[in-house]
T-cell receptor, first 114, second 110 residues
């Protein structure tokens, strides 16, 4: 199984600032994804991080707000830009290999925007 | 209609009983199916993963998949208080992303 780490584990940020979250996988994975989980809710997919090309965003999420990088098969970053209190959430990185393989999650980054 | 629906719960079972969690999905092109366990304040932990019709067993856990009925379930035998958590059903579509249900909160009573 893949082991996924995220940094930072939590942060408190001021409105209008940006935060970049890093995701590192201990092995190469074909697919990496970023999810958001708001308090008491299930997980919502933000985007698929594509290696060497622009991320694929889900409805309601845009590149200007959530720019994503994926320079190689083990690393990705998600930036939450121009933050507002509504961005307070847990952000989760996930990785997997193929349509018929397991998918694992990192420990999450708990973001609070004041 | 939600893409992935779970019995909303909360579900309570006595220690030692069988807990049954259910999930239906709308996309017939879905390729694989996941059950995650999530403790409060933690990230989802993969319990079971299935992509062929039938049953898949791992210790006290059994996942059942019926693609014709678009139904996947998770049985937990000999439930323990440590099984108390939220269980998330997730379905992988043709674009490889997972879509999650809203989760079922399970409490196992000592």
């Amino acid at each position: 199984s893949a082991v996924i780490s995220q940094k930072p584990s939590r942060d408190i940020c001021q409105r209008g600032t940006s935060l970049t979250i890093q995701c590192q996988v201990d092995s190469q994975v074909t697919m990496m994804f970023w999810y958001r989980q708001q308090p008491g809710q299930s997980l919502t997919l933000i985007a698929t991080a594509n290696q060497g090309s622009e991320a694929t965003y889900e409805s309601g999420f845009v590149i200007d707000k959530f720019p994503i990088s994926r320079p190689n098969l083990t690393f990705s970053t998600l930036t939450v830009s121009n933050m507002s209190p509504e961005d307070s959430s847990i952000y989760l990185c996930s990785g997997g290999d193929s349509a018929f393989s397991e998918q694992y999650f990192g420990p999450g980054t708990r973001l609070t925007v004041t | 209609q939600k893409e992935v629906e779970q019995n909303s719960g909360p579900l309570s079972v006595p220690e030692g009983a069988i807990a049954s969690l259910n999930c239906t999905y709308s996309d017939r092109g879905s390729q694989s199916f996941f059950w995650y366990r999530q403790y409060s304040g933690k990230s989802p932990e993969l319990i079971m993963f299935i992509y062929s019709n039938g049953d898949k067993e791992d210790g006290r856990f059994t996942a059942q998949l019926n693609k014709a009925s678009q139904y996947v379930s998770l049985l937990i035998r000999d439930s323990q208080p440590s099984d108390s958590a939220t269980y998330l059903c997730a379905v992988r579509g043709s674009a490889r992303q997972l879509t999650f249900g809203s989760g079922t909160q399970l409490t196992v009573l000592p």
